[in-house]
């Protein structure tokens, strides 16, 4: 790797397994920062026979050394956070000297995980799938400029004052949409008052410490959560998060300029999956559904809930790809397909009222609700891949698969993955 600010980004609608990357890619960097989203986020890592999930910690924390930060484009859950830092400390890990939060990072509290869930009750059969982890209620404290940030907790009664007032805003909110849920106000503050001092100690300007780390001629990855096509944005609207997850988030989530970033890394599963509601072309038909995600294990990191599986689809990531300005990919779990007797590739969509098939992503869910997938078919290669460590070692027809992949997306593949171990990562041609 000789980029010195690369961006990990996921390019599709998330759990593409940035995760794995980030965790290879950090042995060669000194810092590694999430740039937006909060515990909504799932990173599973497996080092040895050991599995990790990460929901707001970035991978790099496994390895020694590596300073791992929240920007200001975070929405922080404090409690969660020390939750996730107790279990690394309990495992042999010494995260909490290495991790550093932005004191621009807004908190999400309690009570923005029941204004979360009373918000989906309310949606019905709208619903959009959220996490629960109150992620959207958050952002919009943040951007209504109620919200409350690292940097407040200084002044103790500051602090306070602004935790009655956002708790007591929202029990009159949950009120107002005819919940029965209320956060206890006072239990609230003390909670808080209770964990300030150690948030306090972690509190950093990630600007600054990126900005000195890079004129040092240091080395830093920006980690995206979610997916291009969760972006409030560019993705499936409404049917997506609450943040910017493309690239241009990542300079603007932490506090550098874009001018930084000298490569985006989109990460692809090497088929498609999404979790939650919303459009997916691509998706498979029982009982192949099925199957892939038995092969893939393709269930939620964070909630547990089964993935919706589809075949890889080119104008999505020929639309990340755009939006994201990728200069490669990292396509992942390339194994699950290994046993499959042939593999498909969607190239383009046929929708109404278009003559020909298009090849754009479309901004329109309804447009993309009909969107019929046009399909390539491939021969499956029907051999393990999972001790491929070269690109040599792949089999003729997986290669072609890849090499389809990069023609269709106009993305170059820096990286493929066979496996959930460290050492089952090819580089490509880098
Ligand atoms: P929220 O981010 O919890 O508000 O959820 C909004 C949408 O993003 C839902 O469809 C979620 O399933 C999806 N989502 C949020 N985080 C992730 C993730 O880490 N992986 C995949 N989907 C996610």
């Known amino acids: 790797m000789t980029n010195r600010c690369m961006v990990i980004v996921g390019s599709q609608w998330g759990d593409e397994g940035k995760g794995k990357i980030v965790d290879v890619l950090a042995e060669e960097v000194d810092i ?4 937006q989203g909060g515990a909504n986020a799932g990173h599973t890592v497996h080092v040895g026979t050991e599995e990790f999930i990460l929901h707001q910690i970035p991978s790099g924390i496994l390895h020694s050394g590596r ?5 200001n484009g975070v929405v922080v859950d404090p409690f ?11 495992r042999g890990i010494d995260a909490e000297p290495r991790v550093g939060v932005s004191s621009r990072a807004h908190l999400l509290l309690p009570y923005h995980k029941l204004l979360d869930r009373a918000a989906e009750l309310g949606r019905g059969e709208k619903k959009i799938g959220t996490t629960g982890r109150g992620i959207g209620p958050a952002y919009e404290d943040k951007v209504a400029r109620q919200g409350i940030r690292v940097g407040d907790l200084r002044s103790e009664t500051r602090a306070q004052a602004l935790l009655r007032a956002g708790a007591e805003r929202a029990n009159l909110r949950l009120a107002s949409i005819g919940s029965e849920l209320r956060v206890d106000v006072d239990g609230l503050i003390g909670e808080v008052m209770d964990i300030r001092p150690r948030l306090l100690g972690l509190m950093v300007d990630t600007g600054q410490v990126i900005d000195e780390a890079l004129v040092a001629g240091q080395r830093v990855l920006l980690e995206g959560a979610q997916g291009a096509l969760l972006d409030v944005d560019h993705g499936t609207y409404p049917y997506v998060t609450s943040s910017n997850t493309t690239a241009g988030g990542a300079a603007l989530g932490v506090g550098v300029g874009p001018t930084r970033v000298d490569a985006v890394v989109g990460v692809v599963k090497a088929y498609t999956t999404r979790v939650g509601e919303g459009p997916l072309p691509t998706e498979l038909a029982s009982p192949l559904q099925e199957q892939v995600r038995e092969l893939g294990g393709e269930y939620g990191a964070t909630t547990g809930r089964p993935r919706r599986c589809g075949w890889f689809d080119a104008v999505v990531v020929r639309f990340a790809r755009r939006v994201n300005g990728l200069t490669g990919l990292a396509v992942t779990k390339l194994d699950v397909l290994d046993t499959l007797p042939e593999i498909r590739i969607a190239t383009g969509y046929q929708v109404s009222g278009e003559a020909e098939e298009i090849t754009n992503f479309p901004a329109d869910l309804e447009q993309l609700a009909e969107a019929v997938p046009v399909y390539e078919t491939m021969p499956g290669w029907q051999t393990s891949t999972q001790d ?9 027809a997986a290669r072609a698969y890849l090499r389809r992949i990069e023609e269709l997306t106009g993305t170059p593949i820096w990286y493929v993955s066979v496996g959930t171990r460290r050492d089952q990562i090819i580089p490509v041609g880098r």
């Open 388 to 396: 491929a460590r070269r690109w040599e070692d792949l089999p003729e």
């Open 67 to 71: 300073r791992c930060l929240l920007g």
């Open 32 to 35: 590694v920062a999430r740039y």
């Open 80 to 90: 969660q956070l020390f939750e996730e830092m107790s279990e690394l400390i309990a």
